[in-house]
């Protein structure tokens, strides 16, 4: 059994123009990004899933493009959280599970779900929804294989695919609550830490941490520093050392600097890469 949990650092997405000639190199064509981005960072979010449901091909060509160990992270659809608000959702949810995340197999780390801003925590549907989520492969086989086959094949195969994981962005204020805390660590699901000065709280709610870090967290902050890297690497060894897997991505705000941010946190925790 592992005595210390694994930490994987990387960005959301990996298309992004601005990196060309700047993290990627000048002339690269862009069908080899995915494979020189997973050759310096460990993680990356996949995106696309959140405007539609891609193919089993798809997942399937990008898990060949990156090395063992590597794990992306899975972007819950917009209809489930944006459209129908977490509610009368389980057919998406089928869907989506159905269409093909499974075809990353060991490279299939935790699925996120970013809620709306205007979206506040109800009683009700909150909880419903947080139970639909399946937890374990037999769980996610089960929900998956209730989709809709008339809009596309099931993609059902598991294989190499250990673990069902759930990371929750809560962007309300209201969801700022012990009582949302306490349904999460019943489900072990994270509560993405976002690390901006509207919310800046590290909390834990699973058995693994899950970090969208958009800040820092102080008002006059103007990307990540140096000392931002090393206070975050601090925290993050105490979490891997508690045996915590620990997925940080930067996103958003400092998108352009985002690479580079997660290579230096990667390195300031001591974890290296042949191309280093």
């Given at each position: 059994?592992?005595?210390?949990?694994?930490?994987?650092?990387?960005?959301?997405?990996?298309?992004?123009?601005?990196?060309?000639?700047?993290?990627f190199?000048?002339?690269?064509?862009?069908?080899?990004?995915?494979?020189?981005?997973?050759s310096?960072?460990?993680?990356?979010?996949?995106n696309?899933?959140?405007?539609?449901?891609?193919?089993?091909?798809?997942?399937?060509?990008?898990?060949?493009?990156?090395p063992d160990g590597?794990?992306?992270?899975?972007?819950?659809?917009?209809?489930?959280?944006?459209?129908?608000?977490?509610?009368?959702?389980?057919?998406?949810?089928?869907?989506?599970f159905?269409?093909?995340?499974?075809?990353?197999?060991?490279?299939?780390?935790?699925?996120?779900?970013?809620?709306?801003?205007?979206?506040?925590?109800?009683?009700?549907?909150?909880?419903?929804?947080?139970?639909?989520?399946?937890?374990d492969?037999?769980?996610?086989?089960?929900?998956?294989g209730?989709?809709?086959?008339?809009?596309?094949?099931p993609?059902l195969?598991?294989?190499?695919?250990?673990?069902?994981?759930?990371?929750?962005?809560?962007?309300?204020?209201s969801?700022?609550?012990?009582?949302?805390?306490?349904?999460?660590?019943?489900?072990?699901?994270?509560?993405?830490?976002?690390?901006?000065?509207?919310?800046?709280?590290?909390?834990?709610?699973a058995?693994?941490?899950?970090?969208?870090?958009?800040?820092?967290?102080?008002p006059?902050?103007?990307?990540?520093?140096?000392?931002?890297?090393?206070?975050?690497?601090?925290?993050?060894?105490?979490?891997?050392?508690?045996?915590?897997?620990?997925?940080?991505?930067?996103?958003?705000?400092?998108?352009?600097?985002?690479?580079?941010?997660?290579?230096?946190?990667?390195?300031?925790?001591?974890?290296?890469?042949?191309?280093?």
């Amino acid at each position: 059994m592992s005595t210390i949990g694994t930490v994987r650092t990387g960005t959301a997405g990996w298309v992004f123009e601005p990196w060309r000639g700047t993290f990627f190199p000048q002339g690269l064509v862009q069908k080899k990004e995915l494979a020189y981005a997973a050759s310096r960072l460990t993680s990356i979010e996949i995106n696309a899933t959140f405007r539609a449901n891609q193919k089993p091909a798809s997942f399937a060509r990008w898990a060949g493009e990156t090395p063992d160990g590597f794990q992306f992270s899975v972007k819950g659809p917009q209809l489930v959280t944006h459209i129908k608000r977490l509610k009368n959702c389980a057919e998406p949810l089928a869907n989506f599970f159905a269409s093909g995340p499974l075809a990353l197999g060991s490279r299939l780390g935790p699925f996120v779900w970013q809620l709306p801003p205007n979206l506040a925590f109800d009683p009700e549907s909150f909880p419903a929804f947080l139970d639909l989520l399946p937890t374990d492969v037999e769980s996610y086989l089960t929900l998956a294989g209730r989709a809709d086959a008339a809009r596309q094949e099931p993609f059902l195969d598991a294989s190499g695919v250990s673990r069902i994981r759930h990371a929750i962005e809560p962007r309300h204020k209201s969801f700022d609550t012990p009582e949302v805390n306490a349904l999460l660590k019943q489900h072990n699901i994270a509560r993405v830490i976002a690390d901006t000065a509207e919310h800046p709280a590290r909390d834990l709610t699973a058995d693994f941490a899950y970090c969208r870090l958009q800040g820092p967290a102080r008002p006059d902050a103007d990307g990540y520093a140096e000392a931002d890297i090393k206070d975050w690497a601090e925290t993050i060894n105490g979490w891997r050392s508690a045996c915590r897997d620990v997925f940080a991505y930067f996103v958003h705000e400092d998108k352009l600097h985002a690479p580079a941010n997660a290579i230096a946190l990667r390195q300031a925790l001591g974890l290296t890469l042949p191309d280093d």
